[in-house]
T-cell receptor, first 114, second 113 residues
């Protein structure tokens, strides 16, 4: 079963507008969540993370929101730039095991149009 | 730049052959992870090491797969008797012991013909 899901396989947005990427999880043991960005022929690059004790974390143009009751998180990119065009993965790590294996969603491909 | 490096970047092999991949983590990182990514999917966990100890293995890691991390530095992932279903991107990542964030290498793309 897929414990982390990204239901939108792709997203197209105009440069300067907001990109919103969504992620749902089923495992209540997850308590740390991360977003990675991946360009073709490169490994995933860490973007931003959030602990389950928070509901929001912001870093520059990137903000992650966590709704524990709904088991849902989202990544907001404002403003979107052409260089943000990539595949974005949501990942989760279980409680009491910080640094252990990450469970990834299937990814969302973002295209930012100039 | 001393990020995570992986070699080779690409490997084409015939079914039934053995292949070995190498990963060099960030030097001060004690934890090292292997993931596999197939087309259109996110990375899937295979195994991880804390220093030289292999602490967890996924059910995805069949008997044909073996990973080592001698001396707690670089790691190798060997696949014996490769099958076409083994074709994938094999990603290595490392992290500090107390860190959740993992740093990924560029991956090794395996094609089994």
């Amino acid at each position: 079963d897929q414990q982390v899901k990204q239901n939108s396989p792709s997203l197209s947005v105009q440069e300067g507008r907001i990109s919103i990427l969504n992620c749902d999880y089923t495992n209540s043991m997850f308590d740390y969540f991360l977003w990675y960005k991946k360009y073709p022929a490169e490994g995933p690059t860490f973007l931003i993370s959030i602990s389950s004790i928070k509901d929001k974390n912001e870093d520059g143009r990137f903000t992650v929101f966590l709704n524990k009751s709904a088991k849902h998180l989202s990544l907001h990119i404002v403003p979107s730039q052409p260089g943000d065009s990539a595949v974005y993965f949501c990942a989760a790590s279980p409680a009491g095991a910080a640094g252990n294996k990450l469970t990834f969603g299937g990814g969302t491909r973002v295209l930012v149009k100039p | 730049d001393t990020g995570v490096s992986q070699n080779p970047r690409h490997k084409i092999t015939k079914r039934g052959q053995n292949v070995t991949f190498r990963c060099d983590p960030i030097s001060e990182h004690n934890r090292l992870y292997w993931y596999r990514q197939t087309l259109g999917q996110g990375p899937e966990f295979l195994t991880y090491f804390q220093n030289e100890a292999q602490l967890e293995k996924s059910r995805l890691l069949s008997d044909r797969f073996s990973a080592e991390r001698p001396k707690g530095s670089f790691s190798t992932l060997e696949i014996q008797r490769t099958e076409q279903g083994d074709s994938a991107m094999y990603l290595c990542a490392s992290s500090a012991t107390l860190g959740v964030q993992q740093y990924f290498g560029p991956g090794t793309r395996l094609t089994v013909t």
